[in-house]
C-alpha cells in the first residue's frame, strides 16, 4: 500500500462516518497488537527466551483459547 496521498485523477470512494469509525478501531488494535508483539520480541532480544519453567505450555493455551471461543459462541441444538 502506498502512503502518499491519491492524486486528483485517483478518485476515492468516501466511506461513512460510522464504516470510517470501525476502520480506524479495527487500525488501532492492530497496532496495539503489534506494539505488544514487538515489546515481547525486543524483551527476549535483549534478556534471552525466558525459562522453560515460568512458561504455560502451549497446550494448556490451547485449550484456554478453544474453552473461552466455546463460551462465545451460542449452542446449536
Do not use: F
Amino acid at each position: 500500500m502506498s502512503e502518499q496521498p491519491a492524486t486528483a485523477d485517483t478518485a476515492r470512494q468516501q466511506l461513512e462516518p460510522a464504516a470510517a469509525d470501525a476502520v480506524r478501531a479495527y487500525a488501532a488494535k492492530t497496532r496495539e497488537n503489534a506494539d505488544q508483539l514487538a515489546a515481547v520480541l525486543e524483551d527476549i532480544a535483549t534478556n534471552g527466551l525466558p525459562s522453560v519453567e515460568g512458561c504455560t505450555p502451549w497446550e494448556e493455551l490451547r485449550e484456554t483459547h478453544l474453552a473461552r471461543l466455546a463460551r462465545q459462541r451460542p449452542a446449536v441444538a
